[in-house]
């Protein structure tokens, strides 16, 4: 198996990756959206809205803070 990042042999300690260095490369583009998996949905703007106001509003329930 060659790792998905640079093609090299795989390590088991990193697998399926060959390093750290790969492993994190991988883990940096899950973080910033580079990979996405896609939704059989169209987003609707006011229903992600609604979303984020319910999910402020349990938070402030929970803790009794404002959220930042």
Not at 38 to 52: K, L, Q
């Amino acid at each position: 198996m060659s790792c998905p990042i640079c093609g090299g042999e795989t390590v088991q300690k990193y697998r399926p990756f060959c390093s750290k260095r790969c492993a994190d490369v991988d883990l940096g583009r899950w973080m910033n959206g580079a990979y996405a998996v896609p939704s059989g949905r169209e987003e609707d703007p006011e229903e992600i809205a609604n979303a984020i106001e319910e999910a402020l509003r349990d938070e402030f329930e929970a803790t009794g803070k404002k959220p930042h």
